[in-house]
């Protein structure tokens, strides 16, 4: 039998029932990572890259046939999930998972007979999860509630990121789509050069942000008040705990699995405003952040695996939502497809800039159409 696009139409319109009909339950399919790790983990060949496989192979084929969902929640069903202790528990479950998955990972890799290729391929998928681990902290960071921020650094330790706290609310909100954010890539900049600008640029910056603020309440800029000097010695002392427990050879494995989430984090900053600009105001303010300063990708699947992180305008235009009743915008603009699948595209800058350079120029003109 062909295989053609007609064919896998009855499949795909099949699987969008089903999902529709799962409701709040689909969030849920973000365990398969930590179940992927395990198999990772505790195998061998090509199956120590079972996330990034998932991820990076499995999602972006669905994705390209499945239609996204632009539609919202009406305002009872966003007061139901607001109110249910089901999203919110499901996070803090997700943290001691993570958690665990840590662990294991570090108690596998350590072994002195794993071949190369394991010990590459199960490093790899520790990245992944490294990665689902600074989600979580980012989603759990915007919260007001001091537990549930607590457990934020607590994901976002786990891929030694917990700069990222002070520097994304502080910083990122305030400055996206401004040459003041370095976390927003300019057009026709190399995702590869991105990834640096970002990364150091936003560290510097929470430090600055912390510093700023000691000085402010009169303390000393180094007091433990400071979240950067906390951070910085929970990251050492981790660090430290690792190479005299397992190693050091284990140790620098979790550093490189780290650095992977790091450059996960990063691409997906890419894609988030790549190109888009706020314009200055007379009084020499930046307008408003609005919908049309953040790209989005309605398309189902990465939608649930990332809490909604691709319905990013609406994210970046009332930072305090929670993931389960953020909204879709007619006037943001939209990615062809999932971001599992623009990421890789990123990846090829030539035709990356050869297409989103008129996506943005076609997405600018139908918003203001509208």
Known sequence: ?????????????????????????????????????????????????????????????VELFLKPDHSNLDKEEKAARKGSILFDGFLYLLTPLLVAVLALFLFTISRPDLAVSDFIGRMISMGMLCAVAIN????????????????????????????????????????????????TARQNELVYAF????QFGSYVQA???????????????????NRMVCYTIAQISLLITIAFGLGLKTMLAFVAAAII????????????????????????????????????????????????????SDHHFKASKHYQILDSYPNSPQLP???????????????WFRYMNKRIDSERWRIRSN
């Open 261 to 312: 989430g790091k450059l996960v984090l990063e691409t997906v900053n890419y894609i988030e405003h790549y190109g888009l600009t706020r314009k200055m105001n007379a009084d020499g303010k930046y307008e408003k952040v609005m919908p049309e300063h953040s790209w989005n990708s309605d398309h189902v699947l990465g939608r649930a695996l990332m809490f909604e992180l691709s319905r990013h």
């Open 1 to 61: 039998m062909k295989l053609t696009f007609d064919s896998l139409m009855p499949i795909t319109f099949s699987f969008q029932s089903v999902w529709c009909k799962i409701g709040r339950l689909k969030y849920f399919i973000v365990l398969v990572f930590p179940i992927l790790a395990f198999v990772a983990f505790t195998s061998s060949g090509v199956f120590t890259l079972l996330p990034a496989i998932f991820i990076y192979g499995f999602v972006p084929i």
């Open 337 to 351: 497809t999932g971001y599992p699948g623009m990421m890789i595209f990123a990846l090829f800058s030539p035709l």
């Open 207 to 225: 430090w600055q942000f912390e510093i700023s603020k000691q000085r402010r309440d009169k303390r000393n800029p180094l007091s433990l008040r």
């Open 195 to 198: 990834w640096f600008r970002s």
């Open 136 to 183: 979580l902290g980012h989603e759990l960071g915007h919260r007001s509630n001091r537990v549930e921020q607590f457990l934020g650094e607590i994901a976002l330790l786990i891929s030694l990121e917990n700069h990222f706290l002070p520097y994304h609310n502080l910083g990122h909100h305030r400055n996206v789509a401004t040459p003041n954010d370095p976390a």
